[in-house]
């Protein structure tokens, strides 16, 4: 089992609320990921971060933003979720060398 | 469209048989990776194949790389019920540092 850990593991919750997803590593990795994924579906990756103070957007265009002020830590926050939001969103790290990365068990966001 | 095509999409056999997933990628690559996903849970990973590698194995898993062909394949030899899982090849092109593309993965179901 990985040492990443993402809270809640669900959330219903109603349009225009903001939401903060929760993603922490103990294993020191620099390098974390954001993922967005439908069920039965590929992983589309939407926030990416190389260390402290770093952060990119990736492939899929997502309105949430990400924040890296402490590197175990990699919030996920959308300021006012839309039911296109809902979806299973999954977090990653890798360390430096083999880029193997390790996941967290996701949280399924449903937005009514 | 992902870099990665797994097929087929959907695979089901019964115990004992024997497991195989094809993934076709269309840039190069420095490693290829494999990943499991159980439903609603986080990717583990399974195996990686550089570049220079034309063959690997790991327990019951044989995974193949060919790089003229862009393909790669993920055989499961005497699967087991607890096999039943998603599976995703993952392509490291070795440019944007880190970053995976992930395949559409295959479903599959192994019936005891």
């Known amino acids: 089992e990985a040492d990443i850990y993402q809270t809640p593991r669900y959330l219903v919750i109603g349009t225009g609320k903001k939401i903060t997803l929760e993603c922490s590593q103990t294993?020191?990795?620099?390098?974390m990921y954001w993922y967005q994924q439908d069920p039965g579906m590929e992983l589309h990756l939407i926030h990416y971060?190389?260390?402290?103070?770093?952060?990119e957007k990736g492939d899929l265009s997502s309105e949430s933003t990400v924040s890296r002020i402490r590197t175990e830590h990699f919030p996920l926050t959308l300021e006012s979720a839309r039911p296109s939001h809902t979806s299973q969103y999954l977090c990653?790290?890798?360390?430096?060398?083999?880029?193997?990365?390790?996941f967290g068990p996701g949280t399924r966001l449903t937005v009514l | 469209s992902q870099q990665g095509e797994e097929d087929p999409q959907a695979l089901s056999i019964q115990e004992g048989e024997n497991a195989t997933m094809n993934c076709s990628y269309k840039t190069s690559i420095n490693n290829l990776q494999w990943y499991r996903q159980n439903s609603g849970r986080g990717l583990v990973h399974l195996i990686l194949?550089?570049?220079?590698?034309r063959e690997k194995h790991s327990g019951r898993l044989r995974v193949t790389l060919d790089t003229s062909k862009k393909s790669s394949s993920l055989l499961i030899t005497a699967s087991r019920a607890a096999d039943t899982a998603s599976y995703f090849c993952?392509?490291?092109?070795?440019?944007?540092?880190?970053?995976?593309?992930f395949g559409e993965g295959t479903q599959l179901t192994v019936n005891p």
């Open positions: 993952a392509t490291d092109a070795g440019t944007s540092g880190s970053r995976l593309t």
């Open positions: 194949i550089r570049s220079n590698e």
């Open positions: 971060s190389y260390g402290v103070n770093s952060t």
């Open positions: 294993m020191g990795h620099d390098k």
């Open positions: 990653a790290s890798s360390e430096d060398k083999r880029n193997t990365q390790y």
